[in-house]
């Protein structure tokens, strides 16, 4: 079992950025490919970015490319996400997601555990 908490949302203007963060407990997070989601009301939950146990592969879902950066700290039981260059349409809440084994993966029902969500809000 791996609890999840995310951090860093908020409300931006256009163009600006803003970083979430994803600290972990539990069971040791180096086990664990991480990925961030994001959920739109009424519109089913989709992938933003997911990186590998080890963080040498990472994925970006084609509108967040050039934008979005996930990283990771072992050391520090985190994920994160750094956006820049945001837009009014990236505002929804985001979620961070644990998964088993070294892959990434880009679909909902892959990741076993999940943070609460946290709200970004973009301002035209």
């Known amino acids: 079992q791996v609890q999840l908490v995310e951090s860093g949302g908020g409300l931006v203007q256009a163009g ?15 086990d664990y490919a991480m990925g961030w989601f ?9 992938i ?11 994925y970006y879902t ?5 934008r979005f950066t996930i990283s990771r700290d072992n050391a520090k039981n985190t994920v994160y996400l750094q956006m820049n260059s945001l837009k009014p349409e990236d505002t929804t809440v985001y979620y961070c997601a644990g998964r088993s084994g070294s892959n990434i993966a880009y679909t909902p029902t892959q990741y076993a555990y999940w ?10």
């Open 115 to 124: 943070g609460q969500g946290t709200q970004v809000t973009v301002s035209s």
């Open 48 to 58: 933003v970015a997911s990186i590998s146990r080890s963080g040498t592969i990472t």
């Open 62 to 66: 084609d509108s967040v490319k050039g």
């Open 16 to 30: 600006g950025s803003l970083r979430l963060s994803c600290a972990a407990s539990g069971r040791t997070f180096r």
């Open 38 to 46: 994001r959920q739109a009301p009424g519109k089913e939950r989709e």
